[in-house]
């Protein structure tokens, strides 16, 4: 049986409760045993002047895309379209060598800012070998294109072991690419300009799903008078299929009443303030990604007050500056000083956990959880509320603990 370990520093954020000024964290082997006020327990290891807080949840990447950094501009929001033709042709020339030194140099950039949980959108499979093998949790969304019938189905064959015909059973991924304890297996119809819709619906409902949602002007024109931007831009690629698009925005949020896998919903730039959510549905905003774009304020706060689940992510650096999804919240916090300190760590630890399905094991400390932690540098100086000081945009080297081992 190994040994218990007990770690303090100036304030601890168990995030399922109220931060703890020099409050102590208690390891066991790979798991949480104690999480307990100032007082109570000797610490074996001070870690000084920073702030453990729970593994940190990216519920949105594109790994493969992480050597695209500063080559893609983010265009202003009528002119979507232009920056998703600017990200095609940066696939197109990129080899499979590439690829895969994008896809381990852009794991390693959100494992070093203290992610501990990922919700990666990979393109068959292509980023599987690099994060399975790596000292992380995290849903792999396979992602699924095509407006036709044929193609959308082709894309889905090639995930599900075809035992239903083609259709996804979640409970059996492909051989090759088995579940492992740290990384599950989702589906991700891509967005509503790009997948048929009555097959993509399906895939909301049953087993992890992500899909792209409410995202530009130009998507909300396509889906209500299948016109706009859209139209030439997927006649350009010679793929334009009216009768593809059949569903509405809300349509895609309709569950079927037996659906409680979790399902994400990336975006949400222009989702409608009423929109309906269920418990398992959850909406993701990128912000700084949004800001890039120069979208009009993201409606993420009217979201939370009706008590919709909202996590972060970055998106990918076709569209962001860094992996760190801490930074992130910083600078939501920045320009939302309103959103208080708490619901913003939430927003990227539990609430990124529940949304992917692993809060049991992840997302905040508490006793039995998984002994995940990232000890954030604090700046000196003192603030009534500690959450200021963990969101003040602060340098400094991050360590992360995972399942009870300091990642090196
Ligand atoms: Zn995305």
């Known amino acids: 049986m190994s040994e218990s370990r007990t770690f303090t520093a100036r304030w601890v954020f168990p995030v399922a409760g109220p931060p703890l000024p020099h409050g102590t964290v208690t390891v066991h082997g790979d798991t949480i045993a104690a999480v307990e006020p100032h007082g109570v327990r000797t610490a074996d290891e001070d870690l000084g002047n920073v702030a453990i807080i729970p593994g940190l949840v990216n519920a949105h990447t594109h790994l493969d895309l992480s050597g695209a950094r500063g080559l893609i501009p983010p265009t202003d929001p009528e002119h ?83 035992k239903l015909g083609g259709s996804w059973d979640p409970d059996a991924p492909p051989a090759e690419y088995p579940e492992t304890h740290f990384c599950r297996w989702g589906l991700s119809p891509h967005a509503p300009y790009s997948v048929n819709h009555s097959h993509a619906r399906g895939q909301l409902f049953f087993g992890s799903a992500a899909i792209h949602l409410a995202e530009s002007p130009a998507e909300l024109e396509l889906l209500a008078t299948k016109s706009g931007p859209f139209v030439e831009f997927l006649e350009d690629l010679g793929v334009w299929n009216p009768d593809a698009i059949t569903a509405t925005l809300g349509d895609f949020l309709v569950s079927h009443e037996k659906a409680a896998s979790p399902s994400l919903y990336i975006h949400c730039n222009y989702l409608p303030l009423d929109t309906p959510f269920q418990p398992h549905q959850s909406i993701v905003y990128c912000p700084r990604t949004h800001g890039a774009f120069l979208h009009p304020p993201h409606p993420f706060r009217e979201f939370l007050k009706r008590g919709v689940r909202v996590c972060l992510g970055t998106d990918s650096l076709a569209s962001n500056p860094d992996l760190d999804i801490l930074a992130e919240a910083r600078f939501v916090h920045a320009r939302h000083p309103d959103v208080a300190g708490e619901q913003l760590l939430r927003m990227v630890t539990l609430a990124g956990a529940e949304a992917h399905g692993w809060a049991k094991e992840c997302g905040s400390l508490e006793v039995g959880k998984s002994a995940d932690f990232v000890a954030v540098p604090l700046p000196e100086r003192d603030a009534a509320d500690p959450h200021e000081l963990l969101f003040a945009d602060h340098p400094g080297e991050r360590r992360t603990l995972f399942r009870g081992e300091w990642r090196v």
Do not use: H, M
């Open 80 to 162: 979507f379209t232009d920056w998703l033709r600017g990200v095609i042709a940066y696939r197109r020339g990129r080899t499979p060598e590439q690829v895969q030194a994008d896809i381990r140099a852009g794991l390693a950039e959100c494992l070093r800012s203290g992610t501990t949980l990922l919700g990666d959108i990979t393109v068959g499979g292509a980023s599987y070998a690099t994060v399975t093998t790596a000292a992380t949790r995290a849903v792999l969304f396979w992602e699924l294109i095509g407006l036709s019938e044929e193609r959308y189905l082709a894309g889905l064959k090639a995930i599900s072991n075809n």
